[in-house]
């Protein structure tokens, strides 16, 4: 399977501790985004790569949250001094490009449910 | 628009019957809409979109209405099957200004009874 994987699909942690959570994009996507599900929720906007650079980071709700994506493929959210209200299903997704006209459809990984105790 | 509470919206349908989906966008100047499939522990599965200069677009037995006027969007999906039964969402984009990032609406819970 060639989709967007993304690890650990579950992570339980305490409350205050530090997550990383990793995305794999589809092979050649240049585009990569991060999403959260809250229960019972569509999926939230948190930031948005085009290659190396985060092109929209509007979503990412404090300075909590951190993502990188060095070599413009495989991404990793940070989240520190993680509290309760994080827990959710961070949903990754990959697109040929992004907001180009053509095939920029985001294709979403399966999620890590993240549940901070 | 905002996703609101815990409890979705539900279609429930019989297996072999036409479903439509319905769903309110919240920014007029959003020209891409998709809907995306969800099952229960996946994520989001693209099943197909819509540029704002088209009203109407089919795929394989989905076809999605656009309606500017009102702003309101639907999926119409024919001959619906059991594997059809998940949480469909709606989502919106403003390419120009907003680049990638799709504002989802709530979803609506489909369950086809066999």
């Known amino acids: 399977g060639a989709g967007v994987s993304q690890t650990p699909s579950n992570k339980v942690t305490e409350k205050g501790k530090y997550v990383e959570l990793r995305c794999d994009p589809i092979s050649g996507h240049t585009a990569l985004y991060w999403y959260r599900q809250s229960l019972g929720q569509g999926p939230e906007f948190l930031i948005y790569f085009q290659g190396t650079g985060a092109a929209d980071d509007s979503g990412l709700p404090n300075d909590r949250f951190f993502a990188v994506r060095p070599e413009g493929s495989v991404s990793t959210l940070k989240i520190q001094r993680t509290e309760r209200g994080d827990s959710a299903v961070y949903l990754c997704?990959?697109?040929?490009?992004?907001?180009?006209?053509?095939?920029?459809?985001?294709?979403f990984g399966p999620g890590t449910r993240l549940t901070v105790l | 628009g905002e996703s609101v509470g815990l409890h979705l919206p539900t279609l429930s349908v019989q297996e072999g019957d036409n479903s439509i989906i319905n769903c309110a966008y919240s920014n007029s100047a959003s020209d891409y809409f998709i809907w995306y499939k969800q099952e229960s522990g996946k994520g989001p599965q693209f099943i197909i979109d819509?540029?704002?200069?088209?009203d109407k677009r089919q795929g394989q037995r989905v076809t999605v209405l656009l309606n500017k006027t009102v702003k309101h969007l639907s999926l119409q999906i024919a001959a619906t099957q059991p594997g059809d039964s998940a949480v469909y969402f709606c989502?919106?984009?403003?390419?120009?200004?907003?680049?990638?990032?799709?504002?989802f609406g709530q979803g609506t819970e489909l369950s086809v009874k066999p």
């Open positions: 989502a919106e984009n403003i390419r120009k200004d907003q680049g990638g990032k799709l504002i």
């Open positions: 997704a990959s697109s040929l490009q992004a907001a180009i006209r053509g095939t920029d459809t985001q294709y």
């Open positions: 819509i540029r704002s200069n088209m």
